[in-house]
C-alpha cells in the first residue's frame, strides 16, 4: 500500500477486485478478496500522503483544512534537524515491523524450548523496544532527565543479564559473554541496515506520486488555455502515464515489499526456509 502510494490507484484495484467476484477473468476470481484488501490499503495510504492521481492534495484549495491536517506531508523537526514526516513513517512502519517479528520469534522459542532459552531474544526485544519507548519519551519531553537517566539505567541492566550472562542460564560465563558480544555485533549491523530498508517504501511513494504529478503536468501543458483537438492527446498522455505508473507500482509491490517480508521480517522472526521451490497459488496433495 505504501509502495503504490496513491488514493486512486486503490480505488482501481478495489474496483478490479469486484469485477473479478463477478467474472473469472484469467482464472483470478479466487484472488479477489486480495485484490480488494490491496485497493482498500493502497487508498488509505495514499489518503494519508494526500495524493490521488499524481495531485497533491495537501495544496487543494477545495480539501477541507481538517482532512488535510490528517495528511503525512510537510516536515518534522527531530532533535534540531528537519525530516520527511513520510520518511520518518516509513522507518516506524519498519522499527514496528521487526519488532513484531522479534517478538513473534521469542514467543516462539519460549512455546517449544522454554523461557530458559528464549531469554536473550527477550533481552534484546527490551533493549530495543524499551530504547525506542525511552527515546521517544524524552525527545518529547514526557520524561525528564532523572527519569530517563533511571529508565535507562534499569534496562540496560535487565537486558545486559539477558544477554551476556543468562543465555541461556546454566552455560560457562565466558561462553555467554563471547555469543553476546557476537550477537551484540550482528545486532548492531543487522538491525540498523533492516530498518533503513524500509526508507524503500517513502522513496517507491514518493516517487510514483512525483511520476504522476509529471505526467498530468505534461498534459496540462499540452492542453492550452483554449483546448480543441488537444483533448484527445491529453487524455492519451493521461491514460498512457498514469498506466504506466500503475504498473511499475504493482511492480514494486511484487519485488520489493514481498523483500522485506521474506528478508527482513523473516530473518528476526527466526524463519529456517526448507528449500522447496516456490509454486504461488497452486495446490499440492502433500
Avoid at 65 to 70: L, V
Avoid at 117 to 143: D, E, F, K, P, Q
Avoid at 222 to 249: D, K, R, S, Y
Wanted: aromatic share 10%.
Amino acid at each position: 500500500s505504501f509502495c503504490m502510494g496513491d488514493a486512486a490507484y486503490g480505488l482501481i484495484l478495489i474496483g478490479v477486485g469486484l469485477l473479478l467476484r463477478k467474472v473469472n477473468i484469467l482464472n483470478l476470481k479466487p484472488h479477489w478478496r486480495l485484490e480488494g484488501t490491496l485497493g482498500v490499503g493502497a487508498t488509505f495510504i495514499g489518503l494519508l500522503l494526500g495524493t490521488f492521481f499524481g495531485v497533491n492534495l495537501a495544496e487543494v484549495s477545495w480539501i477541507p483544512q481538517g482532512i488535510r491536517n490528517c495528511m503525512i506531508s510537510g516536515k518534522i523537526s527531530v532533535g534540531g534537524s528537519s525530516y520527511d514526516v513520510a520518511m520518518l513513517a516509513a522507518l516506524v512502519i519498519g522499527i514496528f515491523h521487526i519488532c513484531l517479528a522479534m517478538t513473534i520469534k521469542a514467543i516462539g522459542i519460549t512455546k517449544r524450548q522454554g523461557f530458559k532459552n528464549a531469554v536473550s531474544t527477550w533481552a534484546w526485544l527490551l533493549l530495543i523496544v524499551g530504547g525506542i519507548v525511552i527515546a521517544a519519551g524524552a525527545l518529547t519531553s514526557v520524561l525528564d532527565t532523572e527519569a530517563t537517566k533511571w529508565a535507562v539505567i534499569i534496562i540496560g541492566i535487565l537486558s545486559g543479564l539477558g544477554i551476556y550472562v543468562f543465555n541461556p542460564p546454566g552455560r560457562n560465563p565466558l561462553v555467554n559473554v563471547g555469543a553476546g558480544l557476537w550477537d551484540t555485533y550482528n545486532m548492531a549491523t543487522g538491525i540498523l541496515g533492516d530498518v533503513l530498508s524500509y526508507i524503500r517504501l517513502y522513496a517507491l511513494g514518493l516517487a510514483g506520486g512525483m511520476l504522476g504529478g509529471a505526467f498530468n503536468d505534461l498534459g496540462l501543458r499540452l492542453l492550452g488555455e483554449n483546448p480543441t483537438w488537444q483533448w484527445f492527446f491529453f487524455v492519451l498522455i493521461l491514460a498512457a502515464g498514469h498506466g504506466l505508473n500503475f504498473a511499475m507500482a504493482g511492480l514494486s509491490i511484487l519485488v520489493h515489499a514481498v523483500r522485506l517480508n521474506t528478508l527482513e521480517f523473516s530473518n528476526h522472526k527466526g524463519v529456517s526456509w526448507a528449500g522447496y521451490a516456490f509454486r504461488p497459488f497452486g495446490r499440492s496433495d502433500k
